[in-house]
């Protein structure tokens, strides 16, 4: 052994051997496959080159661990998938009924197929893509995958049986002591430990997109381990979406969201005055993780949205460029809601750590600042309809003053190159409605929005229609029809004429003679 591996620092053992509890087996964090009770000792001093004295602490933490033979495990019913700790691979399964053999390639499938079929196999006919992970390696290498298809769209609407298991509809066999560090799960609450238990089995699916799926499932709680706010902003999250599921099964739930949240908005506060590498990740995502909570805890109508009636962000000092059309140095970021303002400030909050953040993780929700926006090359029917609303009201009272024009006209610009970009983008997902225009918005215009100007509430009405499209998330559940009846409370009737698009596209009708009732406005 050389000077430097008898040095070299060793890894705790519980960070190097993974235990998981519900297939009674243990996996090597840093080779990623599962190792036989017998053979712990042999890969710890042949692969990982640690002698017996450093072994010794490992294979007691080991003793500890119910473990199975490797026959077992292989044998054993996959209640999950993925697996926490071992890699999904590309592979294929074959959709002979009742076989349903699984291989990593092409050539091995119509191998399969005429040895085990008879025949020569089709592509797409006879073998379908799938996702694999295998324990072992070697002689014990078998393949598995999900045990049954589960359905993302169910859980993000929030469509899936909320009592199939408990009190709450938790699934208790999910091991989230496998994902998380043995005695960090062990510190937890019982109240806390169902609620993790109902992120890890549900809301994480619910919020998750086909490429942060993983994100939100293994690595974001794990940060979570270190960094408290955002453990607390999960739990808080987690409670909502429980409530979402069955309202009427303990009202109390809400009680405990806010709880968790208020703690999370309390440590946040501290974190974000002093961005370091070690808590960057944390806080990127605590910013997405409120959006959620801002959208799902209650409706903000009378905020109308993008503003906040009262400031609540924390006293710190954002660098941004005064030139920004954020409008960064013209001061008024208080109107802005929490959710929008980390959105919109990621960047300058997190500017020191970004190339850090982008080579992490959570790289995918770091992206979604940089995705660029489309800008119309040609003038279309929508920027001409929205440009001639200030010449058609010139008759109504007060008129509008040139900087009131400027910041609309802006505004009208950067919610037709939204939709532009929206078009492009296809499926609609959170991050994209709130990327392509909030984030773009300067403060005069919030503010105009804020102090019910006309003009603003047009566009405001616009936009409620690249919101309706993601109404199907549970924690955005009928906001857009709710936000553009708002705005209909808000804006004067002489006004409405001016956003019958909005209000055919979000299914509204309301009469327009005098002396409405409210109760004439009514969803189709």
Not at 125 to 134: G, I, M
Not at 219 to 235: K, R, T
Request: net charge negative; charged share 15%.
């Amino acid at each position: 052994m050389s000077a430097a591996q008898k040095t070299a620092k060793h890894p705790e053992p519980a960070d190097l051997i993974l235990y998981l509890p519900l297939y009674s087996v243990v996996v090597c964090s840093t080779c990623q496959y599962a190792i036989q009770p017998q053979a712990i000792a042999r890969h710890l001093k042949e692969t990982h080159h640690i002698n017996r004295s450093y072994r010794r602490p490992f294979m007691q933490y080991v003793a500890k661990l119910s473990l199975k033979d490797a026959e077992t495990v292989i044998e054993s019913k996959i209640h999950e998938f993925p697996v926490p700790f071992l890699p999904v691979l590309d592979g294929f399964v074959c959709e002979s009924e009742g076989c349903g053999h699984l291989c990593m390639s092409v050539k091995r499938m119509r191998t399969h197929w005429l040895d085990v079929h008879g025949r020569s196999g089709q592509t797409l006919l006879d073998w379908q893509s799938a996702k694999l992970q295998t324990f072992f390696r070697g002689n014990l290498l078998r393949y598995f995958t999900a045990p049954t298809l589960k359905s993302t769209e169910c859980v993000k609407a929030g469509h899936c049986n909320p009592e199939s298991n408990s009190e709450y509809g938790m699934n208790k066999n999910i091991p989230f002591s496998s994902i998380l560090k043995p005695s960090f799960y062990s510190s937890l609450s019982p109240s806390e430990a169902d609620l993790l238990n109902q992120y890890l089995t549900s809301t994480s699916h619910s919020i998750s997109t086909s490429t942060t799926e993983i994100l939100w499932l293994t690595q974001i709680p794990q940060i979570a381990q270190q960094q408290p706010f955002l453990l607390h902003g999960i739990l808080a999250l987690s409670a909502l979406h429980l409530f979402h599921l069955s309202p009427t099964k303990s009202p109390s739930l809400i009680i405990t969201a806010n709880t968790y949240q208020s703690l999370a908005m309390l440590l946040f506060h501290t974190a974000i005055t002093n961005v370091t590498i070690s808590n960057s990740e944390a806080v990127l995502v605590f910013s997405h993780l409120l959006a959620l909570y801002s959208f799902a805890s209650e409706s903000q109508d009378e905020k109308l949205f993008l503003t906040s009636s009262s400031s609540s962000l924390p006293n710190i000092n954002v660098p941004v460029d005064s030139d920004s059309k954020h409008g960064g140095g013209e001061g008024g970021e208080d109107l802005l809601p929490p959710w929008l303002y980390f959105l919109r400030n990621g960047c300058s909050l997190l500017c020191t750590v970004w190339q850090h953040l982008e080579s992490t993780p959570v790289a995918p929700l770091a992206k979604m600042w940089d995705i660029p926006l489309l800008i119309p090359s040609v003038p279309i029917p929508l920027l001409k309809h929205l440009f001639s609303i200030p010449a058609s009201s010139s008759s109504f009272l007060p008129p509008w003053t040139p900087d009131e024009l400027q910041f609309y006209e802006q505004a009208a610009h950067d919610l037709v190159s939204a939709f532009a970009s929206a078009e492009v983008v296809g499926e609609l997902t959170t991050w994209d409605a709130l990327r392509v225009w909030p984030m773009q918005l300067s403060v005069p215009f919030i503010a105009l929005i804020n102090d019910g100007h006309p003009g603003a509430l047009i566009l405001l009405a616009h936009y409620c229609i690249l919101l309706k499209r993601i109404e199907g998330y549970w924690y955005f559940e009928g906001r857009a029809t709710r936000l553009l009846r708002s705005i209909l409370r808000n804006l004067g009737r002489e006004w409405w004429g001016f956003i019958q698009w909005p209000l055919e596209e979000i299914g509204i009708e309301c009469a327009t003679e005098e002396g409405l009732d409210w109760n004439a406005v009514d969803i189709v």
